[in-house]
């Protein structure tokens, strides 16, 4: 069970394809023939629009509309750029600005490509502005903040403090500040004897954090937020 976006040669004619694979058989199926040289940048955007698909070239599209109402899978699987499968057929090119987004369809008509950077909005998932190194292997993911909620539980399981909104931004390390509002019946809680929790997909979990309690009742929380590109 397998999905992407591939430049495919078939013995010099090029198709952009987008793909969805389950056992063993594309469910989902977009091929659209291009034409493209060597030493050239192009834009590439895969768009879906309800069950319409489209596939557009510096902003042209390619071919025409595909209809496909089939989903597309949440695979637990490890996510691959620039290789297919983590195997063999690797882009013997350059990318610059790869984005996922979800929730929106960002072209649906020709359009001018942007000659900028593109910024993180709430429907982006994954943004790789590729600034490092030449050869580099470290890519940091941009896309946008998470608010989640916090709350701290003693040990016999009362809830000490809930926050409705402390913001992370994906993938760094931070250190945030929750406010403690009135402890009045807790000023003997020793940083040992709570936990923290966040609430992750509407429910709440146990975080991996490090967190410290201040003398006026705050709580630190340093912690790292990833989306899970659901």
């Not at 394809?17 to 989902?28: E, G, K, M, Q, R």
């Not at 629009?49 to 490890?78: E, K, P, R």
């Not at 406010?179 to 936990?195: H, K, L, Q, R």
Request: proline share 1%.
């Amino acid at each position: 069970n397998y999905y992407g976006v591939i430049l495919y040669n078939n013995a010099g004619t090029y198709s952009w394809l987008f793909y969805h694979i389950v056992s063993d058989s594309a469910n989902i199926n977009i091929v659209k023939t291009t034409t493209v040289s060597v030493n050239t940048w192009y834009h590439v955007a895969v768009v879906r629009s309800g069950n319409s698909w489209m596939i557009f070239q510096d902003g042209l599209q390619l071919g025409t509309t595909d209809t496909d109402a089939d989903s597309v899978n949440d695979f637990a699987a490890s996510a691959y750029v620039g290789i297919y499968g983590g195997g063999g057929s690797c882009l013997a090119g350059w990318l610059d600005e790869f984005r996922i987004s979800k929730g929106v369809a960002r072209w649906t008509s020709n359009f001018t490509p942007p000659s900028a950077a593109y910024s993180s909005d709430s429907y982006t998932v994954l943004l790789l502005h590729m600034n490092g190194a030449h050869m580099g292997t470290t890519f940091t993911d941009s896309s946008p903040v998470y608010n989640l909620n916090v709350k701290v539980v003693a040990s016999d399981g009362s809830t000490i403090l809930t926050s409705a909104s402390v913001t992370m931004n994906n993938g760094t390390d931070q250190i945030k500040t929750v406010s403690s509002g009135g402890w009045a019946n807790y000023t003997g809680i020793s940083v040992a004897s709570v936990t923290v929790k966040v609430k992750w997909e509407n429910s709440w979990v146990n975080g991996s954090f490090t967190e410290t309690m201040g003398a006026d009742r705050t709580v630190t929380v340093v912690t790292k937020v990833y989306s899970n590109y659901a």
